[in-house]
């Protein structure tokens, strides 16, 4: 059974205070890792796909990365607005379902 | 009107009501789903549609009825609720069930109460 696992479950940071989030997964074949930002009593907004080991991807202060057994969310010089849940979810080949973890909450104070 | 739509946005009902969630997509995307979010939990996949068709029933209670009748449409019909099924009930659609394409779009979520 695929399991993700999402590290801190809460990040309180200062702004302009760079930090990183952890994503650990366990799934029989990656097919693809994806990065959603949700914030409080709406729906996911998706972020980022990666799909191989290496990979990175960039949307404005967020950053991206992935090895074969985690993957990390970089926040840069954070702002007020990142304040959000962020989740993981991973997707094995050939399946469809999606394994979200718990997310993790981050709170940036101006 | 663009991306998913979710109505209604909260609802309230007692356990012996009756009611639907409705769920609208307008991405031309192929496959939809229900996904159960409860606090401090991760995301439930509840069912899964691919042009119309059932492909996953995750499990869950018969109280939880879905129906899809065409591809930019689902519902979720809701009877005999009980307390903990309160959560976060969320939509989503995809391009595909696998293969390139299959980042799930959310709808902003209905907020159910049971009382």
């Known amino acids: 059974e695929d399991q993700v696992t999402q590290s801190p479950e809460a990040l309180r940071l200062q702004e302009g205070e760079s930090s990183s989030l952890n994503c650990s997964y366990t799934v029989s074949g990656l097919r693809g890792l994806f990065w959603y930002r949700q914030d409080p009593g709406k729906g996911p907004e998706f972020l980022f796909t990666l799909y191989s080991a290496g990979e990175e991807k960039e949307k404005e202060r967020l950053k991206a990365t992935l090895t074969k057994k985690e993957s990390f969310l970089h926040i840069t010089a954070p702002k007020p607005e990142d304040s959000a849940t962020y989740l993981c979810a991973v997707q094995a080949w050939q399946d469809y379902k999606l394994s979200f973890g718990a997310g993790t909450t981050v709170t940036v104070r101006a | 009107e663009t991306g998913v739509t979710q109505t209604p946005r909260h609802l309230v009902m007692g356990m012996t009501n009756k009611k639907s969630l409705k769920c609208e997509q307008h991405?031309?995307?192929?496959?939809m789903y229900w996904y159960k979010q409860s606090a401090k939990k991760p995301l439930e996949l509840m069912f899964v549609?691919?042009?119309?068709?059932?492909?996953e029933n995750n499990s869950v209670p018969s109280r939880f009825s879905p129906e899809c009748p065409n591809s930019s449409h689902l519902f979720l019909h809701l009877h005999t609720l009980q307390p903990e099924d309160s959560a976060l009930y969320l939509c989503?659609?995809?391009?595909?069930?696998?293969?390139?394409?299959?980042?799930?779009?959310f709808g902003q979520g209905t907020r159910l109460t049971v009382v």
């Open positions: 549609y691919s042009l119309e068709e059932r492909v």
């Open positions: 991405l031309g995307h192929n496959a």
């Open positions: 989503a659609s995809s391009q595909g069930l696998t293969g390139a394409n299959t980042e799930a779009f």
